[in-house]
């Protein structure tokens, strides 16, 4: 069994979740951060895009272009392809060319989001996945959302999430008394790493 600690942005109008981003902690140290490419900003409520659109991970490739206003970016509307690969130099092509990607782009479509999640959270390297958020009811349907239907979780994860907040509630910890968050605030890795550091407080 590995423990995650993860966390996720949406946009959300009543009727779907439509995920933006989404952090993950692995209780061996392993970090992960993806932002999705198919999300629609339009439907953005005016709070996400104060506290989340203009905070999410710029990709080091992204161009700059200079606007009225100064400099801005293309960023995710040039990722429809997902996140960034690279290719060999045509001069090294003599069987096939090898592909790659950048690292530090964290742009991903759904399917490549789903496909790194299942490297991540492998069961059979890792054992099965025990999944922790805060206040998660929503985070988790975006979760099982990037398989499908909940029937379509993959072997081996369960079908629910444990949220911290119950821990809380039953032990009368109020959030002042909680450990200070560090970083971006509603940056989905930042608040993982702050669900992680809840849970070692309330099992410390
Ligand atoms: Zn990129």
Redesign the pocket.
């Known amino acids: 069994m590995t423990r995650y600690w993860y966390d996720t942005e949406f946009v959300e109008d009543g009727k779907t979740i439509d995920l933006i981003s989404i952090g993950i902690v692995a209780e061996d140290g392993r970090e992960l951060y993806m932002q999705s490419v198919e999300f629609d900003p339009r439907k953005a409520s005016q709070w996400v895009k104060d506290h989340v659109l203009g905070y999410l991970k710029r990709?080091?490739?992204?161009k700059a272009i200079h606007g009225r206003d100064g400099l801005y970016y293309i960023?995710r509307a040039?990722?429809k392809q997902g996140?960034?690969t690279f290719i060999e130099p045509m001069e090294y092509l003599g069987q096939l060319p090898r592909v790659g990607v950048?690292a530090d782009?964290?742009?991903r479509r759904r399917d490549q989001i789903k496909y790194e999640l299942l490297h991540f959270m492998n069961v059979d390297t890792y054992g099965k996945p025990e999944l922790w958020g805060w206040c998660c009811g929503y985070d988790w349907v975006a979760f099982c959302q990037l398989f499908g239907t909940m029937m379509d979780l993959p072997p081996g994860y369960p079908h629910y999430m444990h949220d911290i907040q119950h821990v809380l509630d039953e032990r009368g910890i109020t959030d002042d008394q909680l450990p200070q968050a560090e970083g971006q605030a509603h940056n989905a890795l930042t608040d993982a790493r702050q669900i992680q550091k809840i849970w070692e407080f309330v099992n410390g």
């Open positions: 990709c080091p490739n992204a960023d040039d990722h996140q960034c950048y782009c964290p742009w």
